[in-house]
């Protein structure tokens, strides 16, 4: 298994600005994901972050925008540029040993953006 | 393009059973996952199945026909705690990145 932490749990931002959000795993592993869930939606993955490389982006998501670092294998930072109000969504951290299909998800970092 | 269809809503009553499907139209994948999120939570895994059939855990079973592109998740004996979202997912690696389904809320009813 694996424990996740993000902070923070939830923010208010104002249009413009850009907020970071960090993910700390309780152990190492080789890959972390970062996904985006609006309201009564589902999990819409963002990126895959990789250690020591660029993140790897989904369709209709650009690094300009929400760029990923993942300075080491137990942690990752995912930012939200320029925001606005579409911003606004829970976004998740989640884990995945390559042993295993079992991906493990942090509890969400909830962010309005007003 | 990728796509998993599943029911929004499901209402079922304590003490029985229900099945949640998931229809997908996407190929290569490696296997199919079922989540649970409670309002609020982080989504938990439940099921997988790499292979055609059956898969059972307690309570939750989970099957898929790679010939239908079809899969379900069933819950038996279901009680009030069960009620939250389940998500199907696909993977196209082990350990790698998940496809969501749309997701279905079930509400279980006493």
């Known amino acids: 298994s694996a424990v996740i932490s993000q902070k923070p749990s939830r923010d208010i931002c104002q249009r413009g600005t850009s907020l970071t959000i960090q993910c700390q795993v309780d152990s190492q592993v080789t890959m972390m994901f970062w996904y985006r869930q609006q309201p009564g939606q589902s999990l819409t993955l963002i990126a895959t972050a990789n250690q020591g490389s660029e993140a790897t982006y989904e369709s209709g998501f650009v690094i300009d925008k929400f760029p990923i670092s993942r300075p080491n294998l137990t942690f990752s930072t995912l930012t939200v540029s320029n925001m606005s109000p579409e911003d606004s969504s829970i976004y998740l951290c989640?884990?995945?040993?390559?042993?295993?299909?079992?991906?493990?998800f942090g509890p969400g970092t909830r962010l309005t953006v007003t | 393009g990728q796509s998993l269809e599943q029911p929004s809503e499901v209402t079922a009553v304590e003490g029985a059973i229900v099945q949640i499907n998931c229809t997908y139209q996407?190929?290569?994948?490696?296997?199919l996952s079922w989540y649970q999120q409670h309002d609020g939570g982080a989504p938990t895994f439940l099921s997988y199945n790499a292979l055609d059939g059956l898969e059972e855990t307690g309570r939750f079973s989970s099957f898929l026909s790679r010939s239908d592109s079809y899969g379900y998740l069933l819950l038996q004996e279901l009680q009030m705690k069960d009620s939250a979202s389940y998500f199907c997912a696909v993977d196209f690696n082990q350990g790698g990145k998940l496809i969501f389904g749309q997701g279905t809320e079930l509400s279980v009813k006493p």
């Open positions: 989640s884990v995945a040993r390559d042993t295993s299909y079992e991906q493990y």
């Open positions: 996407t190929s290569g994948f490696y296997g």
